[in-house]
């Protein structure tokens, strides 16, 4: 598009359909007009290039370039653009004024040069001019007199439409995407982008010829994409040399290989320059489904492991004479290498050498599109069709863009990579089948501990000082978490298996349920820390102890607790956002949470850490001052024992207080011991221990009556009572 030192866009411009797989490297000649003749030489025109998505007519980026002589009357103007794998986004800290209207953009070839890009119907330099559009409907209206026609539609104003990809006879089989050709060119031509496993015109041939490779596990564990390397042999020229990327998938030791092209031979590259020979043949011939597992002797093996000292010494081409001895040597070698050859050796044990380029160097054109300090690898150094990213330890998703790092980890983060789309419950890895049995598992438990919990402190005499009413809370909030924490897992499988599909409500399910869980375990381990702290502070006053006073004091306290608990939990929701992955075909819905900066991510970590580490503390320091406190007092009121027997004493007769402390910390540490010493999740291999340790945060909550009620003889006494009393009425009713 023209446009003049006001951003005002000119209607003199040019549209092109540009299908990367089709067009890439062709040159395109595009004629621009000035408005006037002769041209206003006090304007200053310029060039501006916008690309959007076709499909979705969505802004993605665009280009300035200047004219260089203004003067002049024509002038030649040459550029190659470089398409960024992401759109544009919206420059926060824009100086540039774009309104209600407009978001401000960078040029993707100017880093300090910015513009407004206006909505439908808005134009100028800050997006307040105001026009009518004539555009058809399903059309975007850039300027009044410039429409973007969706895919099938053509015209001024995308008002015609294309019947060539709506043809029976034209239309692209096997869902193939049908792209019409411009239709300046040819109205009656169309291209079709194939899905992986077919080709052709229309998409009508099944790629039939499938490689299945079988890597071990130490190759697994080694390396996460394949290289795959086609050779195709020329008489008088160089040979063809094709590569493809492919992801291993995780829980999957074997890679498919869809030969879409003639080849005679066909390497794996694990590591950089760690090759394996997968095929070689002298002729080429149609394979059927090949099926087999990597070995080493397979490997292709560097020169300088094959040669002795004095041979390596040898200058290049004294030392390459010596190449077709050593297959021959070599009675298991299949094939070598060195900086500029790849050898094979064939059947009279000689080998075959070709040039191979070791050094291509496969990091997206220099644009780095992975996030985290990932590798970046394409399979094609200038016409690239896939790229893919090698992620670092603790990060993952399709850019590497999100990580495992933190005290807390979310379920999400733990289990969604185990869960295969697409398939049955049956179908899914043990680590699954595991989780859904101890789920199960605990909502059943954890039902029962809730409910004879309430029924026992819902007694007035359980409920005679402070500590009553904070088990009674602390036994509903059981009750509630245990449901969060069951319908958390369900919704997380049944949306990864793509039976939950509804976005509203997984949106919903993904701002609330994690801040819910968090706020429920905070709590309930606060208020196992205020039955420590006021059974301490009964032991330190002793006959001064205030019982009324305390059941007026905990209504206040578990009031101010759940209040204080909420508030710092409150930028989790917000933060919080679905975002779509799209990794090795399979499309997960990820919840994440991204904190807009440094700060708010320093604050989350430290609420997690008080939230953790306070109770932990509190509960460890009550149990020690119980112990010494009544030990100490009984020391010296009989003078005659040691110590250290009031201690056992104490610790027999205080075991009902301190067994509920030492559970809680003996839990803590275990949850603190698997966090830490596992650090993050480098990956879903390291999942297990994570797993246990996300498990282990609900126990204190399932365990109220067990560490609470059965070891004190006043609660088991009201809890028979309540027992009795529900018999006799069932009796009564019978």
């Given at each position: 598009m023209l446009i003049d030192d006001q951003e005002t866009i000119y209607p003199y411009h040019e549209q092109i359909t540009f299908v990367p797989k089709r067009d890439c490297q062709k040159k395109f000649n595009i004629y621009l007009l000035y408005p006037h003749r002769p041209k206003n030489l006090s304007s200053n025109y310029s060039i501006r290039i916008d690309i959007f998505n076709k499909i979705t007519l969505t802004y993605w980026a665009s280009w300035h370039l200047l004219i260089p002589f203004q003067f002049l009357p024509v002038n030649r103007i040459a550029t190659q653009l470089f398409i960024p794998t992401n759109t544009q986004k919206f420059e926060s800290s824009c100086s540039l004024s774009c309104g209600k209207h407009g978001r401000c953009m960078r040029y993707v070839n100017k880093n300090s040069s910015y513009f407004c890009q206006c909505d439908q119907g808005y134009s100028g330099r800050h997006c307040n001019i105001q026009h009518s559009c004539s555009c058809s409907s399903d059309s975007f209206c850039l300027t009044s007199s410039i429409c973007l026609c969706a895919m099938k539609k053509f015209g001024r104003n995308c008002s015609l439409t294309r019947s060539v990809c709506q043809s029976l006879n034209n239309s692209c089989e096997n869902n193939g995407l049908c792209i019409p050709v411009d239709d300046r060119i040819n109205i009656n031509d169309f291209t079709c982008l194939c899905k992986e496993n077919f080709y052709g015109k229309r998409c009508e041939n099944?790629?039939?010829?499938?490689?299945?490779?079988?890597?071990n596990e130490e190759m697994i564990q080694q390396v996460s994409i394949v290289f795959i390397h086609f050779i195709k042999a020329f008489d008088h020229s160089e040979h063809q040399h094709i590569t493809e990327i492919k992801k291993i998938k995780y829980g999957e030791n074997t890679i498919q290989i869809h030969v879409k092209q003639q080849f005679h031979i066909l390497f794996i590259e694990l590591l950089k320059s760690d090759y394996y020979l997968i095929i070689k043949q002298q002729t080429i011939q149609k394979l059927n489904q090949i099926q087999m597992k990597l070995s080493s002797n397979q490997q292709c093996v560097s020169i300088h492991e094959l040669m002795n000292s004095t041979l390596k010494s040898y200058t290049y081409l004294h030392r390459i004479k010596y190449y077709p001895l050593l297959c021959r040597q070599y009675k298991e070698l299949m094939c070598f290498y060195d900086e500029t050859y790849m050898c094979i050796c064939d059947l009279d044990r000689f080998s075959n050498c070709f040039i191979f380029n070791h050094s291509l160097t496969y990091d997206c054109q220099g644009h780095n599109y992975c996030e985290n300090n990932a590798q970046c690898f394409q399979d094609n150094p200038k016409c690239p069709v896939e790229s893919l990213c090698i992620c670092s330890d603790c990060y993952y998703g399709l850019r590497c863009q999100f990580t495992t790092e933190g005290f807390a980890l979310s379920l999400d983060y733990i289990l969604s990579y185990h869960i295969k789309p697409n398939l049955s419950f049956s179908q899914q890895p043990m680590i699954i089948k595991i989780s859904i049995g101890i789920t199960t598992i605990m909502f059943i438990l954890g039902l029962i501990n809730g409910i004879m919990s309430i029924l026992t402190f819902h007694m007035k005499k359980t409920r005679d000082v402070?500590?009553?009413?904070?088990?009674?809370?602390?036994?509903?909030?059981?009750?509630?978490?245990?449901?969060?924490?069951?319908?958390?897992?369900?919704?997380?499988?049944?949306?990864?298996?793509?039976?939950?599909?509804?976005?509203?409500?997984?949106?919903?399910?993904?701002?609330?349920?994690?801040?819910?869980?968090?706020?429920?375990?905070?709590?309930?381990?606060?208020?196992?820390?205020?039955?420590?702290?006021?059974?301490?502070?009964?032991?330190?006053?002793?006959?001064?102890?205030?019982?009324?006073?305390s059941k007026q004091m905990s209504k206040w306290v578990i009031l101010i607790i759940l209040t204080v608990t909420i508030l710092t939990h409150l930028h989790d929701p917000i933060h919080r956002q679905l975002i779509d992955d799209i990794d090795v075909d399979e499309k997960r819905i990820w919840c994440i949470v991204q904190y807009s900066s440094s700060s708010i991510s320093t604050w989350n970590s430290f609420i997690t850490f008080v939230h953790f580490l306070m109770p932990f503390l509190i509960n460890l320091l009550s149990i020690i001052f119980i112990i010494i406190s009544i030990a100490r007092s009984r020391s010296n009121l009989q003078t005659r024992l040691p110590f250290i027997d009031h201690l056992r004493s104490q610790l027999k007769q205080q075991k009902s207080h301190l067994i509920a402390s030492c559970v809680f910390i003996l839990i803590a540490l275990i949850r603190l011991f698997l966090s830490f010493t596992s650090g993050c999740m480098k990956s879903p291999n390291n999942s297990w221990l994570f797993l246990i340790a996300y498990f282990i945060s609900f126990l204190p909550s399932m365990m109220t009556f067990i560490v609470y009620i059965l070891p004190s003889k006043v609660y088991k006494k009201e809890f028979n009572t309540v027992v009795n009393r529900t018999v006799q009425r069932f009796r009564t009713v019978a």
């Open positions: 099944q790629i039939e010829d499938g490689i299945y490779i079988e890597l402070g500590c009553g009413y904070y088990l009674l809370v602390s036994s509903w909030i059981s009750i509630c978490l245990i449901i969060m924490l069951i319908i958390k897992f369900w919704q997380l499988l049944l949306t990864q298996m793509v039976i939950l599909t509804n976005r509203s409500f997984i949106n919903v399910n993904c701002i609330l349920l994690d801040m819910i869980i968090k706020i429920l375990i905070a709590f309930n381990d606060w208020l196992d820390t205020c039955v420590s702290i006021e059974r301490a502070m009964n032991v330190s006053k002793g006959v001064r102890f205030n019982k009324n006073k």
